[in-house]
């Protein structure tokens, strides 16, 4: 009968979804899901699963965002483009991040050296779009690497001023032997006077 042949063709073309359903899955997928005698339970039972793990794969998205902490060692501004790219991916999820929240969350996972800045773009947060706080950020990144710079050449100087010995000028063979230049020559002055000068006893000269 027409009902039969509907019955006939409708469990052919069941057992056919289900082969391709587990066909299409890996080995042991496959073997896990082999237990269930319709397509339809088959189906059922993958969307469950995999609904779950892109659940579960959404909520590690967020955990990993949230989680983000910026390294107050290293340059902030490639550290912005990590969190960005994590909210792409949370865009992609369909899990809404705006521009508007993200801000916030950049200012506020700033690093505790960057109190002082980290205050001032509190202040203009709400008139502020993200590309401009990535450019405060930028050149913020460019000031602390500047000084940095400055400080290490200073401890630099500062330490070959220690450890160099001072230096005095050198004095020649000249001026150390004139002293005693002059001494030999009051002797023999001396010597010469005494030589020519007569005796007051008897007249003569020489002692």
Request: aromatic share 8%; glycine share 2%; proline share 2%.
């Amino acid at each position: 009968t027409t009902e039969d042949v509907s019955e006939s063709q409708w469990l052919s073309d069941e057992d056919y979804c289900r082969d391709y359903l587990l066909n299409c899955l890996s080995v042991r997928l496959a073997e896990t899901y082999s237990k269930f005698k319709t397509a339809k339970e088959i189906w059922d039972n993958l969307d469950t699963q995999f609904r779950k793990e892109e659940e579960l794969s959404k909520s590690h998205i967020v955990d990993k965002f949230l989680d983000f902490k910026f390294h107050e060692d290293m340059e902030i501004t490639p550290q912005v483009t990590d969190l960005e790219n994590m909210r792409s991916k949370m865009n992609n999820e369909n899990i809404g991040a705006t521009d508007i929240f993200l801000v916030g969350a950049i200012i506020y996972k700033l690093p505790v050296a960057w109190h002082s800045f980290k205050t001032e773009m509190y202040r203009k947060k709400e008139q502020m779009g993200l590309d401009e706080l990535e450019r405060y950020i930028r050149i913020e990144d460019e000031n602390l690497a500047r000084n940095n710079l400055e400080l290490v050449k200073q401890q630099q100087s500062a330490a070959n001023a220690v450890t160099q010995p001072k230096k005095f000028p050198k004095q020649s063979k000249s001026h150390k032997s004139e002293p005693l230049k002059l001494e030999a020559k009051k002797t023999i002055d001396k010597k010469k006077k005494k030589k020519k000068s007569k005796c007051h006893n008897c007249g003569k000269w020489g002692h």
